[in-house]
């Protein structure tokens, strides 16, 4: 488990610094359309809850792709979306804590195999009646250069952290596939 907050740590703290200086050349109707992309997002995850909408959001290539690499994950048997499912069930615990006991969403802990997949079977979930009961902040990458080899030019970043586990930094990419906004990849990092 160290060794993935570690890179959270990293990427987390790369990805503030690079956008702090990216944010004088954003194209302000493109962040218009990525807000509401997120906003879209938000509402359907944390205020509705509902999993299979909320997985739409995502490119399901681009996900697999970099939940391998931020993971280390070479199984074959790995599936990216089964594991998207599970962790945006995790953040809806309303005592985050106790998904320690499930690896906090680490495909390669042991428990991982036991976190559910989807909010129904939860007995202690979150009722957020807004997206505004998250804090969130959309911080766009940009610049010419790279920060890192992780992160493609013109994507945006969304760094939140949610109500019911605020030692966490919750972080979601967004680019764009084909002519259309979407989340590839969801990382966080533990303070």
Do not use: C
């Given at each position: 488990?160290?060794?993935?907050?570690?890179?959270?740590?990293?990427?987390?703290?790369?990805?503030?610094?690079?956008?702090?200086?990216?944010?004088?050349?954003t194209n302000t109707q493109e962040l218009q359309k990525v807000?509401?992309?997120?906003?879209?997002?938000?509402?359907?995850?944390l205020v509705e809850q509902d999993i299979d909408k909320a997985?739409?959001?995502?490119?399901?290539?681009?996900?697999?792709?970099?939940?391998?690499?931020?993971?280390?994950?070479?199984?074959?048997?790995?599936?990216?979306?089964?594991?998207?499912?599970?962790?945006?069930?995790?953040?809806?615990?309303?005592?985050?804590?106790?998904?320690?006991?499930?690896?906090?969403?680490?495909?390669?802990?042991?428990?991982?195999?036991?976190?559910?997949?989807?909010?129904?079977?939860?007995?202690?979930?979150?009722?957020?009646?807004?997206?505004?009961?998250?804090?969130?902040?959309?911080?766009?990458?940009?610049?010419?250069?790279?920060?890192?080899?992780?992160?493609?030019?013109?994507?945006?970043?969304?760094?939140?952290?949610?109500?019911?586990?605020?030692?966490?930094?919750?972080?979601?990419?967004?680019e764009k596939i084909n002519n259309e906004w979407k989340i590839?990849?969801?990382?966080?990092?533990?303070?």
């Open positions: 488990m160290m060794k993935i907050n570690v890179l959270f740590v990293a990427l987390g703290v790369s990805l503030l610094a690079f956008n702090v200086s990216a944010q004088p050349q807000t509401k992309l997120f906003d879209d997002f938000l509402y359907s995850w997985v739409e959001y995502f490119d399901n290539g681009k996900l697999d792709s970099n939940t391998r690499k931020i993971f280390s994950v070479n199984s074959p048997s790995f599936d990216s979306n089964i594991w998207l499912r599970k962790v945006l069930t995790m953040w809806l615990f309303s005592d985050h804590e106790q998904v320690e006991m499930y690896g906090h969403g680490d495909p390669n802990e042991p428990d991982y195999i036991n976190l559910p997949p989807n909010p129904s079977s939860l007995t202690n979930k979150v009722n957020w009646q807004s997206a505004a009961e998250a804090m969130k902040q959309v911080f766009p990458l940009t610049q010419n250069n790279r920060p890192n080899n992780d992160l493609p030019l013109g994507s945006y970043v969304s760094v939140f952290i949610l109500n019911n586990a605020p030692s966490d930094a919750v972080i979601f990419v967004v590839t990849a969801h990382l966080w990092w533990v303070a």
